[in-house]
């Protein structure tokens, strides 16, 4: 007779679960029992640690648009989950979490690996619920999937181990109290008033300069945003997870926006009149307009969080794709261009910038500005882009043009280290016929990227061959980016005992674990390895070590920031490399001013 656990299994088969990110322990020792019985359908994918594999449920939401789903054990395994389970929250990505729990008579009781999972999942999960007979595990099932695809949440179901084993119950007896739930889902048509349609184009007609803003709300509405772009004259920035929206090969592209952004993003968003944001909850006012400089209209399907970055006049509470299909028709093309023709020509000179940054080399080492920007027109067709958190972050957003046709994700929101080697594996795992490339600071492959290497040889089979899967790991044996903080946040000078990290030969351990390695240290060779590693079969491992001295230099400094970097450089012991590498990334936007740079 087929157990609980086969019922949830089939169920999974039915709401269009065909993979599940899964780490064993006695408290699912049913479902595990279940996935053998079923024919490798769902596959269980076995990560080497349970926040691993909620991080690839996530990247699964984020490169399918399906639900991804992931199963930890009862009490350790449970709390392991929650990293990944709030990486999904914070980017509102449907993720539904199957967890153990100690049998039922064991509750209450101070049990072994006992831990009220309800109330643990209560900030993470958007629904919660514990299987407590087998015949509720039908309805906790579809609404837990209901409530992450309307909600584009987290759902966690709970079941105890002697519940899993139980036989199931497939069908409620039709009694006072029964429920009976099915399975199916469709995506609504959300579209705001037609009077808020009227104001918004109203706004957006009589402004002179928008700027447009889009995040990863906006990914199913290309055509449209690019179509409201060219009827505005507007330009175009993008919050990280918003890279693959927009291709960065339109002219009127800016780029990122913020700490990590371009400086023609960031000349946009100080001297427009009419912000239009589109999909996107952007949280950092510093690089927005200031509040009253600008009028606002924002298009955002979750009517909780509209007007709650920049206080707009228009609050269109709508699905992006829909409202800008309604809002178009309404915007008149503006006949003066002069505001397209700045951005054009700022963008062009913030390529030349970066360009002429990556290609200063200090003492021999590698600028690791130069690794993204010698990888950029490297950039296989369709690939798909992750990165961690991290200083490589910002090289990763400000050098990798996104062209049509690729995808590009990361930790947006939580911001949290650990993802970017488990996203490209999912990712890979989802689309095994595109390459898939991966960011990776030293610190964050120290953290966890190095055991999901082992992953990778677990799944040689799936993950292996052309076109390649591809770890970049930048070493520069420093928790970069939090030392930049602690220079431009609290004036302090880096901190060696908490900054340095070992030097470990990462491309020479890919190797060990049978995978293919390449190492640069060279300047000159860079282009070299990104050719070597992108031009064989994949997993491979790309280590660049790079020069950790490199400022990542804001699109603008502000005053406090530029007084502490000053005040903890007094005392650093890496002051003269960075006074001096600083001083000659800074001066490239000086050379850019020369008169004749720009003839176009």
């Known amino acids: 007779m087929p157990q609980v656990s086969d019922f949830v299994l089939d169920r999974l088969r039915q709401w269009g679960v065909h993979r599940v990110f899964a780490y064993p322990g006695d408290g699912i020792n049913g479902m595990l029992g279940a996935f053998d019985r079923a024919g490798n359908d769902p596959e269980f994918i076995q990560p080497r640690h349970e926040e691993m594999g909620a991080f690839m449920a996530c990247a699964h939401a984020k490169f399918t648009g399906e639900v991804g789903c992931c199963m930890a054990t009862s009490g350790p395994g449970a709390v392991h989950l929650l990293n990944g389970l709030y990486d999904a929250k914070m980017d509102h990505q449907p993720v539904v979490a199957i967890v153990g729990q100690q049998k039922r008579m064991s509750l209450g009781a101070h049990y072994q690996q006992e831990i009220r999972l309800e109330i643990l999942f209560s900030d993470v999960a958007e629904y ?16 837990a999937f209901k409530v992450a695809l309307t909600e584009r949440a987290v ?28 399975v199916g889902w469709s995506r609504p048509r959300v579209l705001p008033d037609e009077r808020e349609l009227r104001k918004a184009a109203d706004i957006l007609n009589q402004g002179g300069r928008v700027a447009m803003l889009v995040g990863q709300g906006a990914a199913d509405a290309t055509p449209e945003v690019i179509e409201a772009a060219e009827l505005l004259g507007a330009g175009v920035a993008k919050a990280l997870l918003g890279r693959d929206v927009v291709p960065d090969t339109l002219p009127f592209v800016t780029g990122p926006i913020g700490l990590l952004g371009s400086k023609p993003s960031d000349e946009m968003m100080m001297h427009c009149d009419v912000l239009f944001m589109i999909g996107t909850s952007f949280p950092y006012g510093e690089w927005l307009p200031s509040e009253g400089s600008a009028k606002g209209v924002e298009i955002n399907i979750d009517g909780k969080l509209i007007g709650m970055r920049f206080p707009v006049q228009a609050n269109l509470v709508g699905d992006s794709k829909e409202t800008l299909r309604a809002l178009n028709p309404m915007l008149r093309r503006k006949s003066d261009r002069s505001w397209r023709e700045k951005i054009e020509r700022n963008v062009r000179e913030w390529s030349r910038i970066l360009e002429d940054r990556a290609g200063q080399h200090f003492s021999g080492q590698i600028n690791p500005q130069a690794v993204a920007r010698e990888l950029s027109p490297r950039l296989p067709e369709r690939c798909i882009l992750t990165a961690d958190s991290g200083s490589s972050t910002n090289w990763w957003a400000r050098h990798i043009a996104v062209r049509e046709g690729m995808r590009a994700s990361l930790s947006g929101t939580l911001a949290t280290m650990g993802p970017g080697v488990p996203y490209a594996i999912a990712a890979k795992l989802a689309h095994p016929d595109r390459p898939v490339i991966a960011f990776v600071g030293d610190g964050a492959f120290q953290m966890n990227g190095m055991n999901e290497m082992i992953t990778c040889k677990r799944y040689l089979d799936r993950l292996g061959g052309s076109p390649p899967l591809v770890f970049a790991v930048f070493n520069n044996q420093d928790l970069n980016q939090v030392t930049w903080e602690q220079r431009a946040e609290s004036g302090d000078p880096r901190f060696h005992g908490s900054q340095h990290i070992p030097d470990v030969p990462y491309a020479r351990y890919a190797e060990l674990l049978g995978l293919r390695g390449v190492y640069c240290e060279e300047p000159a060779k860079v282009g070299q390895a990104w050719d070597e590693a992108l031009n064989g079969p994949g997993p491979v491992l790309v280590e660049f070590k790079v020069d950790s001295e490199i400022p990542p230099i804001p699109p603008h400094t502000m005053f406090d920031q530029a007084k502490n970097t000053a005040k903890a450089l007094m005392k650093d012991e890496q002051k003269a490399g960075i006074a001096r590498r600083g001083t000659r990334q800074k001066l490239t936007e000086f050379y850019e001013a020369l008169p004749g740079r720009d003839q176009k």
Do not use: N
């Open 155 to 182: 759902s966690t179901i709970i079941i105890p181990e002697d519940v899993q084993e139980s036989p199931a119950e497939p069908s409620p007896p039709k009694e006072h109290g029964a429920v009976f739930s099915g």
């Open 128 to 143: 919660t619920q514990v299987v407590m007979t087998p015949v509720q595990a039908r309805s906790v099932i579809d609404r």
